[in-house]
């Protein structure tokens, strides 16, 4: 099965910048899409950004223009920098990465991201 872990979470001030990471434990060749989704106290997941395979990228409207998803195909990994925190960005973010041929989305385990004054 294919595991995702991140990393990268962690306490920032408010107008900050965080960078995290998800590395796969295999071949990006079986993963058909990747990206993030946060879950703060209270609300539902919600999409962060998903990148393909070729890089092409979608990003959810409170996040484009602040937040920036790429890849590291060498590596195995996916990151997400994260500009100009604000306290609403206090959540957890899971990478997802997506295997058509299991008819599934995987989910790393989440990290920590908390903003603060």
């Known amino acids: 099965q294919v595991q995702l872990v991140e990393s990268g979470g962690g306490l920032v001030q408010t107008g900050g910048s965080l960078r995290l990471s998800c590395a796969a434990s295999?071949?990006?060749?079986?993963?058909?899409?990747m990206g993030w989704h946060r879950q703060a106290p209270g609300n539902q997941r919600e999409l962060v950004a998903r990148?393909?395979?070729?890089?092409?990228?979608l990003y959810g409207d409170a996040f484009e223009g602040r937040f920036t998803i790429s890849r590291d195909n060498a590596k195995n990994t996916i990151y997400l920098l994260m500009n100009s925190l604000k306290l609403d960005d206090t959540a957890v973010y899971y990478c997802?990465?997506?295997?058509?041929?299991?008819?599934?989305?995987?989910w790393g385990q989440g990290t920590q991201v908390t903003v603060s004054s």
């Open positions: 990148i393909a395979p070729d890089s092409q990228t």
């Open positions: 997802f990465g997506d295997v058509v041929a299991d008819g599934r989305r995987y």
């Open positions: 295999g071949n990006f060749s079986v993963i058909n899409g």
